[in-house]
């Protein structure tokens, strides 16, 4: 099992920036780390997910081009940089770990979940 904590969430202006972190511990590996979130009245839907590596990373569309998940596997830890904030990624933001890699990711893919972060966005 795999216990996440994530920190680096708060209120913030449209076009502005934030980096999310993920510290991961537990006796097994995080092979593969990603981030969802859920908007208010919304389903969680999945942002981005990264290798063991970190040469392999996937995103959704709407975020393709303003967020980067990246990991510092010395660290335990995964990133999540958000530029370019917009009202519509306001959320709370979830880092997950799993072992496996969908070709189309899924929620089910991740098999463990941090209690999350509240990104919020003014326009």
């Known amino acids: 099992q795999v216990q996440l904590v994530e920190s680096g969430g708060g209120l913030v202006q449209a076009g502005d920036s934030l980096r999310l972190s993920c510290a991961a511990s537990?006796?097994?590996?995080?092979?593969?780390m990603g981030w969802a979130r859920q908007a208010p009245g919304k389903e969680r839907e999945f942002v981005a997910r990264?290798?063991?590596?970190?040469?392999?990373?996937s995103y959704t569309d709407s975020v393709e081009g303003r967020f980067t998940i990246s990991r510092d596997n010395t660290k335990n830890t995964a990133y999540l940089q958000m530029n370019n904030l917009k009202p519509e990624d306001t959320a709370v933001y979830y880092c997950?770990?799993?072992?496996?890699?969908?070709?189309?990711?899924?929620?089910?893919?991740?098999?463990?979940w941090g209690q999350g972060t509240t990104v919020t966005v003014s326009s």
């Open positions: 997950a770990a799993g072992s496996r890699w969908s070709v189309r990711p899924r929620l089910s893919d991740f098999g463990s």
């Open positions: 537990g006796s097994t590996p995080a092979h593969i």
């Open positions: 990264i290798g063991w590596s970190g040469t392999s990373t």
